[in-house]
């Protein structure tokens, strides 16, 4: 179900928007939240896509249910409030000159389950945060009448005053409400199983191994153990056993969660660097491109026909099915004129499919990004509808180099980041 992460930021995003942020709690926010939820299970249902959902996030759902369709799998997910109820996390919001921002979320139970034409072969439920990003208007802000901007209703690519005016496509009339709020992305920080059968599992087996173990020393030991002593240091030390276990995989998660914390400094001095060339360079667009570029690499029939592909999937590669985004950091970058490369990391809980099964893997995904930084980035941007810079025509950027109206080569790097190398 997209990708998923923890509530709030990660450690890179934390360290680049704590210098304007802010804490609040407005039900318009919560009710976003809450409708976004209802309709991506929905989505999972029958295919409809969430009508809260940006026009990217709307090609990755598209992608992704394509994906599953061509390697046979039936895939249910359902998120519902647990019995004690959801605990609300107080939204955090960050904003640029044209939009606000704001993460919402509350902790809920995720169920997956998955099947091909031999029957389930994944399922499981578990305690998850659930955290969406919000995107509105800033109060008395207009942006600008010639934004390129997809149809919520056809998604054919078009201006925000053509959407006003109607859909030149499909007709539709659009308000200004009727476009935002968006949600351009959303985190399901997976916690552990809901009802507690893997712990459960493992407790039964150390104390049966325990058991196990007492009873095979027993002989060696002259009679100095009784049969009912054996047993019950065996469940001791069963029990010591699954304690530790128990400690050391909060350790682990707490490992996970640190992944990719020591790439903050680095990640903030590119941010700094690059912000001198573009003031309106924005950490969470950068974020949300480098997920949605992933997302077209993994669920893509065939990546390299979008236009912000310019290079081939590696010869060893993840069939993922669902991927938890976790954190990503910046590894190195390049910057000589206009120029930028950046190599980066994205560390991800994934859904593995392989040989029938689905395994649950850690993963660190490289990228190499590259973008050519004139203009200053344009806060809107989709890549679904762009706007031809030599005859101003709108058109769908997604798959399509030269503009239909002119032939004029888009160069998509020129606005945008685009992916040069994923490993």
């Not at 509105?136 to 078009?158: E, F, N, V």
């Amino acid at each position: 179900m997209l990708l998923h992460g923890g509530h709030y930021t990660s450690l890179f995003q934390a360290g680049l928007i704590m210098f304007n942020m802010e804490f609040d709690a407005d039900a318009s926010l919560k009710k976003a939240y809450k409708a976004y939820i209802k309709q991506l299970d929905k989505w999972s249902a029958d295919g409809t896509v969430p009508k809260l959902a940006s026009q990217d996030m709307r090609f990755a759902l598209e992608l992704q249910r394509r994906h599953w369709e061509r390697l046979g799998l039936k895939v249910e997910q359902d998120i519902r409030s647990p019995k004690a109820g959801s605990h609300e996390i107080p939204s955090v919001s960050y904003s640029d000159r044209i939009f606000v921002n704001h993460i919402v979320g509350t902790n809920k139970l995720l169920s997956t389950k998955i099947s091909d034409q031999g029957g389930v072969i994944y399922d499981r439920t578990e305690k998850v945060g659930t955290s969406v990003v919000v995107q509105q208007l800033k109060k008395d802000t207009q942006p600008p009448s010639d934004m390129p901007i997809s149809c919520p209703h056809c998604g054919a690519p078009a201006t925000l005053c053509a959407i006003e005016n109607g859909c030149p496509y499909c007709g539709t009339h659009f308000e200004m409400e009727d476009l935002f709020p968006k949600v351009t992305n959303a985190f399901f920080d997976v916690h552990e199983d809901a009802d507690g059968k893997k712990s459960k599992r493992r407790l039964l087996i150390l104390l049966i191994s325990g058991v196990a173990i007492m009873l095979a020393i027993c002989p060696f030991t002259a009679g100095a153990l009784t049969f009912v002593s054996s047993v019950m240091l065996g469940l001791i030390f069963g029990f010591g056993a699954w304690v530790l276990s128990k400690f050391f995989g909060t350790l682990a998660m707490m490992g996970k969660d640190l992944r990719g914390g020591g790439k903050v400094f680095k990640s903030l001095k590119f941010r700094n660097k690059i912000r001198a060339l573009d003031p309106e360079f924005s950490t969470e667009h950068f974020r949300d491109r480098a997920m949605n570029l992933f997302r077209m690499m993994a669920y893509g029939e065939d990546p390299t026909r979008y236009t912000a592909c310019y290079c081939d999937l590696p010869d060893k590669w993840d069939t993922v099915v669902d991927a938890y985004f976790q954190n990503f950091g910046i590894d190195k970058y390049r910057i000589e004129g206009n120029e930028c490369n950046v190599d980066l990391t994205l560390y991800m809980d994934c859904l593995i499919y392989k040989n029938g099964k689905i395994r649950n893997r850690s993963r660190k995904y490289r990228m190499e990004l590259y973008k050519r930084i004139g203009d200053p980035t344009d806060l809107g941007f989709s890549v679904k509808a762009v706007s031809c810079p030599s005859c101003a025509g709108t058109f769908d950027a997604e798959q399509v180099r030269n503009c239909p109206f002119c032939g004029h080569e888009y160069d998509l790097s020129r606005h945008d980041w685009v992916v040069k190398r994923i490993s």
